[in-house]
């Protein structure tokens, strides 16, 4: 069965400083991964997916995210965090227009 | 902490025919509530929201209507579908819009 984990549930980053959220799943088959992002008083947003090809993967606002199949892993990564990053990240794996699992989200927060 | 309960997990249905699918939150009152799609090719779209009973937001033009007639119930229905509506349908719920944001299961809808 699929399933996504995202083992740090709150993450706390200096403005400015890097950062890196992580996400690990279990599908069996190529998997479709996604990071959206839910900010304060927003719908979710997509900031990135990967299906195939190249497996540094870039979205918007700055952010990429790395697929590493040895590892599981899709990590989702920002060099210089701003304050408006701060928001719930939700990792998401599954077949385009097909069943999507959601990780539990990592909410960031960004301290000045 | 809240559930959501959302049925069918899967739904096969003819071009024409009518469509209700419902979602029932435990855990909280007053939540706010969300219908997300994920169709081929594209990230997940907020369908509608809603703060309160009664009340629904539509975020874009469609097939597709939604009620709130208990508080914590959000039901999403079509008279009649179109191809053009399957997908991946989500809903989710929140106390408030800056909240953590918590996710049914999800229902695939095929419609032949």
């Known amino acids: 069965a699929q399933s996504v984990t995202q083992p740090d549930i709150h993450i706390t980053v200096s403005e400015g400083a890097s950062l890196e959220l992580r996400c690990n799943y279990s599908?069996?088959?190529?998997?479709?991964l996604f990071w959206y992002v839910q900010s304060p008083g927003q719908g979710l947003q997509l900031l990135l997916k990967?299906?195939?090809?190249?497996?540094l993967v870039q979205g918007i606002k700055g952010f990429e995210a790395e697929f590493k199949r040895s590892q599981s892993s899709f990590n989702l990564r920002k060099p210089s965090v701003h304050w408006s990053d701060a928001a719930e990240y939700f990792c998401?794996?599954?077949?385009?227009?097909?069943?999507?699992?959601f990780g539990a989200g990592t909410i960031l927060r960004v301290k000045s | 902490s809240q559930t959501i309960h959302q049925w069918p997990a899967t739904l096969v249905q003819p071009v024409g025919s009518p469509l209700s699918l419902e979602c029932t939150v435990e855990g909280t009152s007053n939540p706010n509530l969300y219908w997300y799609r994920q169709a081929a090719g594209r990230g997940l779209q907020l369908l509608f929201y809603s703060v309160g009973i009664g009340q629904i937001s539509s975020e874009v033009p469609q097939n597709l209507s939604a009620s709130r007639p208990q508080d914590r119930q959000f039901i999403l229905s079509s008279k009649k579908l179109l191809l053009s509506d399957s997908g991946f349908y989500l809903c989710?719920?929140?106390?408030?819009?800056?909240?953590?944001?918590?996710f049914g299961s999800g229902t695939q809808l095929s419609v032949l």
């Open positions: 998401a794996v599954g077949q385009d227009g097909n069943k999507l699992v």
């Open positions: 599908y069996g088959a190529t998997p479709y």
């Open positions: 990967y299906f195939s090809g190249d497996t």
């Open positions: 989710a719920a929140n106390r408030g819009g800056n909240e953590k944001l918590f």
